[in-house]
């Protein structure tokens, strides 16, 4: 069966540091990856999809970045932290159409 | 930009009463999904609906789709406590979308034993 995990859980910054939130999947091959941002615990934004190695789509402007650099590695990233980019993280790969997502990353930056 | 829009924003229930929830839409979708989001944790799916299918089952679950109204609902039967959390619904728009799904605010239902 396919999995997907996340992280770290939890995780406090200083503004201006560096940020790498790490993701895998197992059990599937070539899947499609996402990160997702949910601030204020409601709705979720779509940050960035691959559909493949090196093949990363950002889906807003926003001070973090995202690799692939491998098949079922997902990786975001921020080379200075804002307060704005606190928030709830979630990495997530599809099926069918379907979501799966992991159990997100906590982001406090401080 | 939220294609979904959840109503209500909140919903507060006595255990074994029925749940529902809507979801508006703007634009048309290839399917519509409904997740579960418990306190702090990822979402789980829980329903698929296809843009060609009105009614969908699942255990407890009932969803319903009108696509001339851009509208779905979620019907949770004889709700427990165990299903107080945010239920979202997400539109993906095209078969052609690699699931690039909107979701909306999200219904936070409390349910009190």
């Known amino acids: 069966s396919q999995t997907i995990h996340q992280w770290p859980a939890t995780l406090v910054q200083p503004v201006g540091s560096p940020l790498s939130l790490e993701c895998t999947v197992e059990?599937?091959?070539?899947?499609?990856l996402y990160w997702y941002r949910q601030a204020a615990g409601r709705g979720l934004q779509l940050l960035f999809y691959?559909?493949?190695?090196?093949?990363i789509s950002s889906e807003v402007p926003q001070n973090l970045s995202a690799s692939r650099p491998q098949d079922r590695q997902f990786i975001l990233s921020s080379k200075k932290l804002l307060l704005s980019d606190s928030g709830f993280y979630l990495c997530?790969?599809?099926?069918?159409?379907?979501?799966?997502f992991g159990e997100g990353s906590w982001l406090t930056v401080v | 930009s939220q294609q979904g829009e959840e109503d209500p924003q909140a919903l507060s229930i006595q255990e074994g009463e029925n749940a529902t929830m809507n979801c508006s839409y703007k634009?048309?979708?290839?399917?519509l999904q409904w997740y579960r989001q418990n306190s702090g944790r990822g979402l789980v799916h829980l329903i698929l609906?296809?843009?060609?299918?009105r009614e969908k089952h699942s255990g407890r679950l009932r969803v319903t789709l009108d696509t001339s109204k851009k509208s779905s609902s979620l019907l949770i039967t004889a709700s427990r406590a165990a299903d107080t959390a945010s239920y979202f619904c997400?539109?993906?728009?095209?078969?052609?979308?690699?699931?690039?799904?909107?979701f909306g605010q999200g219904t936070i239902l409390t349910v009190h034993p």
């Open positions: 997530a790969w599809s099926w069918e159409g379907t979501i799966y």
């Open positions: 059990g599937t091959s070539n899947p499609n």
């Open positions: 691959s559909i493949g190695i090196d093949q």
């Open positions: 634009t048309s979708i290839n399917n």
């Open positions: 609906i296809r843009s060609n299918e």
């Open positions: 997400a539109t993906d728009p095209s078969v052609t979308s690699y699931g690039k799904l909107t």
